[in-house]
């Protein structure tokens, strides 16, 4: 089992089990073994927080009707770490469940590629925005949208434009 906390300050206990894929399946429509299988979920989940967060309500929903959390206030309590706890509760927890060591053992290096991935490639913005690269494509973008513009190409305003 393995726990996060919402932006409301509220813990939830994640734990996968089949009666929490089932319930996930019917309320969501998503069969959360696809990650196992090999489907594209995993990277729907690491791109799409309202699917994730959808998923992750459907999992500790017992909990939240227990709190008399409605599936919109768990929602709004869900951004920032608050998601990243969640996503990361869940994709252990995830492969905690799978019923074959090596498919474990599968996940969890899939789940750590995909983590260092996701590391290098905000260490690759992070590089471009503290060398300025950012700044210069922007500007670059900007002195081309503005110099392809000419005052005479401006519509008149209405203001100027004699009555017909």
């Given at each position: 089992m393995r726990t996060f906390k919402d932006n409301a300050g509220n813990e939830w206990t994640v734990e996968i089990t089949v009666s929490a894929l089932k319930r996930i399946r019917s309320l969501t429509?998503?069969?959360?073994?696809e990650v196992i299988s090999g489907g594209d979920l995993l990277e729907r989940l690491m791109c799409d927080p309202v699917l994730l967060c959808d998923i992750i309500y459907a999992l500790v929903k017992p909990q939240a009707d227990?709190?008399?959390?409605?599936?919109?206030?768990?929602?709004?309590?869900?951004?920032?770490?608050?998601?990243?706890a969640a996503t990361a509760a869940l994709l252990d927890e995830l492969v905690?469940?799978?019923?074959?060591?090596?498919?474990?053992?599968?996940?969890?290096?899939v789940l750590l590629v995909v983590r260092r991935a996701m590391d290098q490639a905000r260490d690759v913005v992070e590089a471009k925005i503290a060398g300025g690269e950012i700044e210069r494509i922007v500007e670059?973008?900007?002195?081309?949208?503005?110099?392809?513009?000419?005052?005479?190409?401006?519509p008149a305003s209405s203001a100027s434009t004699p009555p017909a």
């Amino acid at each position: 089992m393995r726990t996060f906390k919402d932006n409301a300050g509220n813990e939830w206990t994640v734990e996968i089990t089949v009666s929490a894929l089932k319930r996930i399946r019917s309320l969501t429509g998503t069969d959360l073994l696809e990650v196992i299988s090999g489907g594209d979920l995993l990277e729907r989940l690491m791109c799409d927080p309202v699917l994730l967060c959808d998923i992750i309500y459907a999992l500790v929903k017992p909990q939240a009707d227990e709190k008399r959390i409605s599936d919109e206030a768990f929602g709004a309590g869900m951004a920032g770490d608050a998601i990243d706890a969640a996503t990361a509760a869940l994709l252990d927890e995830l492969v905690a469940f799978c019923p074959s060591p090596r498919d474990r053992a599968n996940l969890g290096r899939v789940l750590l590629v995909v983590r260092r991935a996701m590391d290098q490639a905000r260490d690759v913005v992070e590089a471009k925005i503290a060398g300025g690269e950012i700044e210069r494509i922007v500007e670059a973008a900007l002195s081309t949208v503005t110099s392809g513009n000419s005052s005479g190409a401006a519509p008149a305003s209405s203001a100027s434009t004699p009555p017909a």
